[in-house]
């Protein structure tokens, strides 16, 4: 297997996304972009809600709250089936799978999989918060925390691939150009997750946008120049 590093993912895929809850910037802004778990470690949030967010399928997103930190939003988890995703898994249970998407914080590597998402059925009505982030500055940081997925490992909505324990794998273990030469590049690498999150997300966010399918998008932030 060819290696890959943090040089190729950058010259590939230059710009990453994150679809946030429209709203959510404020509080990520403060707080950093913070996987599931970490968000509900600052919130001290405790059960039963606590075992509700963690380990049960999220249908509707939750909104939490904290006396010092104001208020935040879990994403809900709609491209998710139980049903489906346990039939899929390998070498993982139900709620080991939640517990491996709880722990990251993920990003889309092409706009055409931010804008796959942002027309989904569930979605497409809604405006969202987009962070689009410069993947040289976030590896330059967080390279040893990054994992890559070769699917979207948060949907079971169409035939859903098989996944588990070797689903994300380490920058240097990844079969990138195997996969690029029987995908194509946008389809080579589908997720890149980070553990726990990205507490510094201004210093390597380029831009927010509130975008909403069929309207124009607005330009919430930008990192100064």
């Known amino acids: 297997m060819i290696e890959v590093d943090a040089e190729t993912i950058v010259a590939n895929y230059p710009t990453l996304y ?21 968000l509900l470690d600052l919130f001290e949030i405790d059960d039963p809600v ?7 399928r999220r249908p509707s997103s939750v909104r939490i709250q904290h006396e ?4 935040a939003v879990v994403r809900d ?3 998710l089936s139980q049903t489906r ?3 899929c898994l390998t070498d993982m249970t139900f709620e080991q799978w939640l517990n491996v998407l709880n722990s990251r914080v993920f990003f889309w ?5 931010l804008e796959t998402l942002l027309g989904a059925r569930a979605y497409r009505r809604l405006a969202h918060d987009v962070i689009v982030i410069d993947t040289q500055a976030l ?5 040893t925390s990054v994992t ?3 699917i979207n490992s948060g949907a079971t909505m169409y035939n859903p691939p098989a996944r588990g324990t070797t689903t994300f794998v380490p920058i240097a273990e990844y079969p990138f150009e195997e996969r690029r030469k029987a995908r194509g590049r946008k389809n080579a690498i589908i997720e890149l997750a980070v553990e726990k999150g990205v507490p510094d997300i201004r210093d390597v966010a380029l831009n927010v946008e509130r975008r909403r399918v069929g309207e124009p998008s607005t330009i919430l932030w930008e990192r100064p120049r």
Do not use: V
Not at 18 to 38: D, P, Q, V, Y
Not at 139 to 143: F, K, N, Q, S
């Open 18 to 38: 994150h679809m946030a809850e429209a709203g959510s910037w404020e509080s990520i802004a403060r707080h950093g972009l913070l996987s599931t778990r970490a």
């Open 50 to 56: 606590r075992g509700e967010i963690l380990r049960m």
């Open 68 to 71: 010092a930190h104001g208020s």
């Open 77 to 79: 988890q709609i491209p």
């Open 85 to 87: 995703l346990s039939k």
């Open 109 to 113: 590597l092409t706009e055409g999989h």
């Open 139 to 143: 590896l330059a940081r967080y390279a």
């Open 148 to 150: 890559l997925s070769p």
